[in-house]
Structure formats: structure tokens, C-alpha cells
């Protein structure tokens, strides 16, 4: 019986990420395959840190007030204009700082006789109080001077990293390619949602489930597809989805029954492994490549598909698109009734978090724990991970599955 971290890393082991060059209006969501180097300084000038008036210090002698005519304005986005001896000039927050004074600096329009807020420019304006040794000032590159990185290799573009891209003037970047995954559910049962149910069928939730986990990990795109309990019908499936897709994962058909035919159709492939993980539930795994695309094979069973998707897909679909960042985890008090931990394997709980406390409780999903109990999994929040023991542990560490 394989660990989970053996079986983890034969699945990252098939990672194969490829690199591409997309403008970088394009290519948010991506992690960055080589550095991005700043084309701007942040601030590109020296600018004003708040609104008020520049002003000669050597023009503040004394204890103040000190009342001073007004030579001009530099509103945001405007050229600086000079501000001779004994002047001073009203600025706005952004503005540039003429750079030909070296003891210029800028006083809060709190700390005059102005009133804040859009009035006209005065012939002259007394000054409060002045603090000379904080002159409100930005000094250009004082956050990321030219050349400097921005966002390292790994670096997810999202909206933060997006917003420092273009503030340095990146204007292309050396992206990781999103992987294109398939999902390949399995089973006459299975019937596609809401298409109509007969008989003993049942409503296929695997294939959104595991479609959506897919997406939210970062897939380029995803594509749906069944195949009956017949080893033709799946192992053309197979074919066609291995060929046209950076990932293939299939739910169901790993076990030893009669009809498990992704067992019956891969095990041939002499690079599929086969067996258990010393997990609760989804003991029953695959990894291993057909038609030169990664194929996991993860039970059939809704939670237990749920659980190992977190655990060996949304890895490997991180691992192809170079996304570096940890995954989020917290640590949580177990709430009264949580299931005990298993004598020889590790339980893999999905909980809902409550953070009303000093301390996020985790809730188990349903007070029965079963790997059919697809109903239950609502409003999930994180995988509990209860390593062998003998009783259950009154904190527990939950790998976040939402953000």
C-alpha cells in the first residue's frame, strides 16, 4: 500500500509543463515561466505623497505660522511648475516635485487655512505648523526601480501581480501554458445530468464535480466525457481524450468487479500503476500514461472522487501550469461528534469551517461519513487530514479547497 505522499509524487512526476509568451492583457491566471523585470520605475518621479503645498524649507524660519503667496498649481498627471523663494505652490497627491529644489517639501492643506477640496487656487496661504524632516514626498524607484523583478518565476498573475505588471510597464511576459484536462466518467448507471433517469440509473454528479475542481485549479479548458461499461466503447474514449488533452482523469472502474473496465482497459498500458493508498476514503487509485497524456484514475464513489481530486489532480494540474504557491491550509478545533481517526490509514475528512470563534472550528460533512454521500457536500470549505491514531485529536489540519 502506497502512502499518500508516495502516490502524490508518481503523479507529479508525470508533469510536463510548457512555456509560452502572451501579452499580459492575456495572461492572468497564468504563473510566470521566467522573471518580470520592472520597464518603469515605481513612482517614475518624484511625487507628492499628499495634498497640500510645496514649499522652500529655508522659507520656514522660526516657529510659524508663516503666511506665504501662492506662485502657481501642479494639479495630478501636470508638469511641474517652479516655486521660487518665499513661495509656495499648491500640489495634489501623484503630482510631480519640481526636481531642480533640494529642500522642497510638500504640507498637508490640514495644516493651513485652506478648506479641503476642490476651491480655488489662492493668491496666498498660511501655514500652521510645518514637520521639516517629513517631507510627504515619493521618491522615484523608491518602491521597484528599472530592471528590478516584479513577480518571480511561479508567480500567479491575479489581480495584484496584474496591477504591479502594468504599473512597472510589462507589457509581454513568459507564461506557463494552462493544461487542457478531460474527464472521462464511467458507467451504464450514469446518466448526464438532466438528461432523463430510468430504472436503477442515477444522475452522473462526477463529471461537473471533477470538471469543476479542474477549472477551479486552473485548466484551460475541460472537457466532459462518458463511457459505458463496454472495454471498446472506454478505451476509444480514452484514445481520443489522451490525444487532444494535456490530462486525462477518469472516476470509477479502479476496483477488482466485473464490470471496472478503466482497470481492465489501462492495466495493459506497461506504465500503469494499479493498487491502494493508505487513504480513507479512495484507497482504490491509478496513475500512469496512455497516449502519451498523464491518466489518474481516482475511485468512483462522489466523495471519495472529491477528496482524491484535491489530493492528486489539482496538483498535477498546478504542477503543469508552474503554479508554485502553497496551498492554503489552517489549522482548526475538531467540533463535538468529529470521526475518529483510522487504526492504519489516513482519513481524509471534508468539513465546513466556522470562524465565529478565536479559532475556526471544522465541522465533518456529514455526521455518518461514506464515500457515496454526495448529497452532503455542500458549503465544503476543506480537507481534514486525520492521520492513524486511536483517538480524535482536539485540533486538526484542513487543506482549504475554496478561497
Known amino acids: 500500500m502506497r502512502t499518500i505522499d508516495e502516490h502524490l509524487a508518481e503523479v507529479l512526476a508525470l508533469a510536463t509543463p510548457r512555456t509560452q509568451s502572451l501579452l499580459l492583457v492575456d495572461a492572468t491566471g497564468h504563473a510566470l515561466a521566467s522573471p518580470a523585470r520592472a520597464r518603469f520605475a515605481v513612482p517614475p518621479f518624484d511625487n507628492a505623497a499628499m495634498d497640500g503645498f510645496a514649499v522652500r524649507a529655508s522659507d520656514l524660519d522660526g516657529d510659524g505660522p508663516w503666511t506665504l503667496p501662492v506662485a502657481g498649481d501642479i494639479p495630478a498627471g501636470a508638469d511641474p511648475v517652479d516655486c521660487p523663494q518665499g513661495h509656495v505652490v499648491r500640489i495634489m497627491t501623484g503630482a510631480p516635485i519640481p526636481a531642480s529644489i533640494d529642500d522642497l517639501i510638500v504640507i498637508p492643506v490640514e495644516q493651513t487655512n485652506i478648506e479641503r477640496g476642490p476651491v480655488e487656487l489662492p493668491k496666498q496661504v498660511t501655514i500652521n505648523g510645518a514637520d521639516t524632516k517629513r517631507g510627504h514626498i515619493r521618491r522615484a524607484g523608491s ?86 461499461d463496454g472495454a471498446e466503447d472506454f478505451a476509444r474514449t480514452l484514445n481520443q481524450a489522451a490525444k487532444t488533452h494535456d490530462i486525462v482523469v477518469t472516476a470509477g472502474g479502479v476496483s477488482a468487479g466485473a464490470f471496472d473496465v478503466v482497470r481492465h482497459v489501462a492495466k495493459h498500458n506497461g506504465s500503469m500503476w494499479f493498487g491502494h493508498v493508505a487513504q480513507r476514503p479512495g484507497g482504490p487509485q491509478g496513475v500512469g500514461v496512455s497516449a502519451g497524456a498523464p491518466l489518474v484514475c481516482l475511485p468512483g464513489n462522489p466523495v471519495a472522487a472529491f477528496v482524491s481530486a484535491h489530493m492528486y489532480l489539482v496538483p498535477l494540474i498546478r504542477a503543469f501550469a508552474g503554479n508554485t504557491r502553497p496551498r492554503p491550509q489552517v489549522r482548526a478545533i475538531t467540533a463535538e461528534g468529529f470521526p475518529q481517526p483510522h487504526p492504519k490509514v489516513t482519513r481524509l475528512i471534508p468539513v465546513r469551517l466556522d470562524y465565529s470563534g478565536a479559532e475556526p472550528v471544522a465541522h465533518a460533512f456529514s455526521q455518518h461519513v461514506g464515500s457515496h454521500m454526495v448529497a452532503s457536500l455542500t458549503g465544503i470549505d476543506g480537507i481534514a487530514h486525520l492521520t492513524p491514531g486511536d483517538e480524535t485529536p482536539k485540533h486538526v489540519h484542513v487543506m482549504l479547497t475554496t478561497l
Not at 157 to 179: F, H, K, M, N
Request: charged residues 15%.
Open 143 to 228: 518602491d521597484t526601480p528599472v530592471g528590478a523583478v516584479v513577480a518571480d518565476v511561479g508567480t500567479v498573475i491575479d489581480a495584484p501581480t496584474l496591477a504591479a505588471l502594468v504599473s512597472t510597464g510589462v507589457r509581454e511576459v513568459e507564461v506557463y501554458a494552462l493544461p487542457r484536462v478531460a474527464v472521462i466518467t464511467t458507467g451504464d448507471e450514469l446518466v448526464s445530468w438532466p438528461e432523463p433517469i430510468t430504472g436503477a440509473q442515477i444522475p452522473n454528479s462526477n463529471a461537473p464535480l471533477l470538471a469543476q475542481i479542474a477549472r477551479d485549479a486552473g485548466a484551460a479548458e475541460v472537457t466532459e466525457l462518458h463511457a459505458s
